[in-house]
């Protein structure tokens, strides 16, 4: 937007105090256009701050120097929902730069079609005293190496001598002694 095209007769603010104002039709361009409103508040020092707007663009923003707290069905019944989130034409994207915590007393993942759980490490599945029930018409597992894979005789060692005249209990049977060897002369 060129300078003179920026309107600021359109303009409204109206400030209560020094800590909270409401800014209306704010000419300069951000992120997503022109802001169409701002509810803006600071704390007396001015660490804390926090506003509500919405752009031209169609962002809505909703930003907060700290902690945000979203709390809903105080009046509810147990079944109802307290609190929905939905995106209607898109993706909804959680996203932190620490520990994403999902907690309830049952918690269920549903998808119409596919369910991914991706990870840069490690995925781990614990039952507290349960079970892990793994259900589907086909379930499939690709490793070369782990407990899972040796309970089912499809370790690395064995697909190396599959087919040759050394049966996998040899193998077997080597490899564990070999391990042993190796943890008793370290420790």
Do not use: C, W
Request: aromatic residues 10%.
């Amino acid at each position: 937007m060129a300078e003179r095209d920026k309107n600021y007769f359109k303009r409204q603010l109206i400030s209560f105090s020094p800590n909270f104002r409401i800014d209306s039709n704010f000419p300069e361009m951000g992120f997503s256009g022109t802001d169409v409103y701002k509810i803006y508040g600071v704390n007396d020092s001015g660490d804390n701050q926090s506003s509500i707007s919405l752009s031209s663009g169609g962002l809505f923003s909703i930003y907060n120097d700290h902690t945000i707290q979203i709390t809903g069905g105080t009046k509810n019944n147990e079944k109802d929902e307290d609190v929905v989130i939905i995106g209607r034409n898109g993706n909804v994207s959680i996203t932190a730069e620490g520990l994403v915590r999902v907690r309830g007393s049952s918690i269920m993942f549903e998808a119409d079609e596919d369910i991914l759980f991706k990870a840069g490490r490690n995925i781990s599945f614990k039952g507290g005293g349960g079970r892990i029930l793994l259900d589907g018409n086909k379930i499939d597992f690709s490793a070369p190496t782990g407990s899972l894979i040796d309970a089912l005789g499809q370790g690395f060692v064995e697909k190396v001598f599959e087919g040759s005249f050394v049966g996998a209990d040899v193998i077997t049977d080597f490899v564990k002694r070999s391990i042993s060897n190796v943890l008793s002369s370290i420790f």
